[in-house]
């Protein structure tokens, strides 16, 4: 069974730094498309960043964050981090993270579509204050 741990999510002052992880397990890593999602309530799922672990350089930032986040994997550790900087009020969210084997890289550096994941974690909540 696939399973994503989440963690790392927490409260901070508008301009702060946090660190989301997502940690996998239950599967042969290889080349997934993993991803973070956000939601805030009585809205869809926002793709927020992906990387293809099989492909260096495959990945994908939603225009909103572009430039004050950055995903990365560990593979010793089954690990995708998400660094997000200079954070906003309007970055207040439950963050999800998301993989999928079935995602090429193609996709999975274009765009990020909810549906297409199979795999979810439970979501670590991030909230920012102004």
């Known amino acids: 069974e696939v399973q994503l741990v989440e963690s790392g999510g927490g409260s901070v002052q508008a301009g702060g730094s946090l660190r989301l992880s997502c940690a996998a397990s239950?599967?042969?890593?290889?080349?997934?498309?993993m991803s973070w999602f956000r939601q805030v309530p009585g809205k869809e799922r926002e793709g927020v960043a992906s990387?293809?672990?099989?492909?260096?350089?495959?990945?994908y930032y939603t225009d909103s964050m572009k430039g004050r986040i950055t995903i990365s994997q560990d593979d010793a550790k089954n690990t995708v981090y998400l660094q997000m900087n200079s954070l906003k009020p309007e970055d207040t969210a439950m963050y999800y993270c998301?993989?999928?084997?079935?995602?090429?890289?193609?996709?999975?550096?274009?765009?990020?579509?909810?549906?297409?994941?199979?795999?979810w974690g439970q979501g670590t909540q991030v909230t920012v204050s102004s």
């Open positions: 239950g599967y042969t890593y290889g080349s997934v498309c």
């Open positions: 990387i293809y672990t099989g492909r260096v350089g495959s990945t």
């Open positions: 998301a993989a999928s084997t079935f995602v090429n890289w193609v996709r999975c550096s274009r765009s990020l579509i909810a549906a297409d994941f199979g795999n």
